[in-house]
């Protein structure tokens, strides 16, 4: 998963087993994380709000026979009922592209208590040694943005809106909305990594984190 494509074995983001699990992501893409739930034992809804990335996770499914369901919504409006999931997970999704004040509760709300939330996002450390985020090798070893502040991000590059929040934006937002933090990692890139996105290279990601991963539970 990631950019630096690391192993469930290296992660450890799932439950011990999803086996039966409700389980959703949130902003699924080609489906690819999804199928991936679903071959854990999971049932698996995947929503996403961009029709063409639907229909390829629809044309993938149909040749793997998967029963993932596909649905084109977005984060901060969820189509589900209040408990309905027991996981849910979101890897570049609607952690990224979603405003985090809007989905976090909505994402609060259709899990079960006792669910479990996993996302893998870009540390905001690329963000803050970053001025045009696509341009290749952009991260340096600079202060290039401020820390706080930090949130709707949008790059002179780009017409696309991103959202990042500092680690202490990200711990009192999840505990607003009734979530224990119960990891934070900061991925590192393997030896001889390669990658096919251009914002950060190996060499800087060997010697600062690159991604971020939160694992938080909702609690009663």
Known sequence: M???????????????????????????????????????????????????????????????????????AVGERLPFADNTFNFAISEY????????????PECARVLRTGGRLVVLTTSPLVVMCSEDYEADGAATAQLKRPYFGMGRTEWPDDTKVEFHLTHGAWIDLFAEHGFRVERLAELRAPEDAVTRYGFVDAKWASLWPSEDVWIVRLMP
Request: with cysteine.
């Open 2 to 72: 990631g950019i630096w494509q690391l192993s469930e074995a290296e992660l450890g983001l799932l439950p011990d087993d999803l086996t039966g699990l409700d389980a959703l992501e949130l902003g699924c893409g080609t489906g690819y994380v999804s199928a991936w739930l679903e071959r854990q034992g999971a049932w698996v809804v995947g929503i996403d709000p961009t029709p063409e990335q639907l229909e390829t996770a629809a044309r993938l499914r149909s040749r793997h026979s998967s029963s993932v369901q596909f649905v084109e």
């Open 93 to 104: 999704g609607a952690v990224l592209w979603a405003d985090p004040c809007i989905w976090v």
